[in-house]
């Protein structure tokens, strides 16, 4: 079992569809990533957690640090939004990465 | 603030060469992170640097091997290459991760090994 699971691995939504990308991890860790990464290569870090809720935009990351899950939302989905989503723990000055959500958003 | 910057982008390489990849991290950044992204085993961590100290390596042979100076600029090198290393090779820094920074990634470097 993978100390990041991420699900579901694929995803493809209708534009305007409110998604949701789970992250569930089972390791001590200090914070909680999540980043996007286009088909070039690059990737973004969008939020970093500790605790709570934090919103940018139309992307919104939440943090439970007792049942030790993550949530990625993404309201009023845009075909630009396609990209994988990657959640990963921070832990011991390494980063421990899940195995990424392909999301697609058909226009 | 220029971001992260890796060079090459893009390089072919026989099997058994070696090959250097450099990133220099964010000004001011002191922690450099490298990860090799394959599509069948997706990001995995190679090694982290912080301060020219290596702190933390992932689980990777010693063919690969990388180094960090005191302008915090680092290198990864991989030598006697095997077809196998062809992935996108990935550096990232922060100013000390393990403490909830956010994270900057380069663009990254290809690597196609013939």
């Known amino acids: 079992k993978n100390e990041v699971e991420q699900s579901p691995q694929n995803l493809t939504a209708q534009e305007g569809e409110f998604i949701t990308i789970n992250c569930s991890y089972s390791?001590?860790?200090?914070?909680l990533h999540w980043l996007q990464q286009h088909p070039g290569g690059g990737i973004v870090s969008l939020f970093m957690?500790?605790?709570?809720?934090k919103k940018h935009g139309r992307l919104i990351a939440t943090i439970n640090i007792q049942e030790k899950h993550s949530s990625l939302h993404i309201t009023a989905s845009h075909p630009r939004d396609s990209a994988v989503y990657i959640c990963?723990?921070?832990?011991?000055?390494?980063?421990?990465w899940g195995a990424g959500t392909k999301l697609i958003i058909k226009p | 603030k220029a971001g992260v910057t890796q060079t090459p982008r893009y390089l072919i390489k026989t099997r058994g060469q070696q090959v250097t990849l450099s990133c220099s991290p964010i000004?001011?950044?002191?922690?450099v992170s490298w990860y090799q992204q394959t599509p069948g085993q997706g990001l995995q961590f190679l090694f982290e640097?912080?301060?020219?100290?290596?702190?933390n390596k992932g689980n990777f042979p010693g063919r690969f091997s990388g180094r960090q100076f005191s302008n915090s600029r680092s290198e990864m090198n991989v030598s006697t290459l095997e077809l196998g290393d062809s992935a996108l090779y990935l550096c990232?820094?922060?100013?000390?991760?393990?403490?909830?920074?956010?994270?900057?990634f380069g663009e990254g470097s290809w690597l196609t090994v013939v």
């Open positions: 000004s001011g950044h002191r922690s």
């Open positions: 990232a820094s922060s100013p000390e991760p393990g403490y909830g920074n956010t994270i900057y």
């Open positions: 957690l500790s605790s709570g809720k």
């Open positions: 390791v001590g860790i200090s914070a």
């Open positions: 990963a723990g921070d832990s011991n000055y390494q980063l421990i």
């Open positions: 640097y912080f301060s020219e100290t290596q702190r």
